[in-house]
């Protein structure tokens, strides 16, 4: 087995500021992605990397930048944080590209911006 | 594009009460049907996946079963527990598309004791 680790737990932040959220698999799988989780709107793709520094843009990319530079860890940075933000940040890894992999979740990082 | 439409945003039931959570999709394939629960301060989990081969996934005590003809992917349990008590998300794979999941907005369900 294995286990996704995302910090922080919680972040709160201010408006217009850069936050950094991390995430660290010891899967080994080779594709890791990054969701956002808002209430009543299901899990939406921020950005997916097939392998160590590849990335790839999802459904949500702007106002997200991404960094895989090793197989086990995946960053995810907010470059301006909006006011009164609130959602869940969703780190998520399979073995390999394609539905057919399942997709192993993370408990998630809790933005709140003042 | 894919969608997936999860019509109920809650469910309220008591326990040994029968499960009925509604899902339909749209797609221009045939697509791999999942369904994830998330329980409280976790990540989603796969709880069961459908391709079109197999038509029903059964898992836990949950059933799905694919039907093509009303592009539907209804989850059902004969008698659900309090620790059922999770949020309920069905999703799909455009495997001829993006190949990627495209997830509905979750239906949170709640068992009374």
């Not at chain 1, 709107?41 to 106002?63: A, F, M, P």
């Not at chain 2, 697509?31 to 069961?48: I, N, S």
Request: charged content about 20%; overall charge neutral; glycine content about 10%.
């Amino acid at each position: 087995g294995g286990i996704i680790t995302q910090t922080p737990k919680f972040l709160i932040g201010q408006e217009g500021q850069k936050l950094t959220l991390k995430c660290q698999q010891n899967f080994n799988h080779d594709t890791m992605y990054w969701y956002r989780q808002d209430s009543g709107k299901g899990l939406r793709l921020i950005y997916y990397s097939i392998t160590e520094n590849d990335l790839q843009k999802g459904d949500l990319s702007e106002g997200y930048d991404a960094s895989r530079e090793k197989k086990s860890s995946f960053s995810l940075t907010v470059t301006s944080a909006q006011k009164n933000e609130m959602a869940v940040f969703l780190c998520a890894s399979s073995m390999d590209w394609g539905g057919a992999y399942e997709q192993y979740f993370g408990p998630g990082t809790r933005l709140t911006v003042l | 594009g894919d969608s997936v439409t999860q019509k109920q945003g809650q469910v309220t039931l008591s326990e040994d009460d029968f499960l009925f959570i509604n899902c339909t999709y749209s797609t221009t394939t045939y697509p791999t049907l999942l369904w994830y629960v998330q329980y409280p301060g976790q990540g989603p989990q796969l709880l069961l996946k459908v391709t079109t081969a197999n038509n029903k996934g059964i898992s836990r005590g949950f059933e799905a079963t694919y039907d093509k003809g009303t592009t539907s992917f209804h989850l059902q349990k004969a008698s659900v527990q309090e620790s059922d008590s999770a949020v309920y998300f069905c999703a799909l794979v455009n495997t001829g598309g993006a190949d990627r999941l495209t997830f509905g907005k979750g239906t949170q369900l709640i068992i009374q004791p």
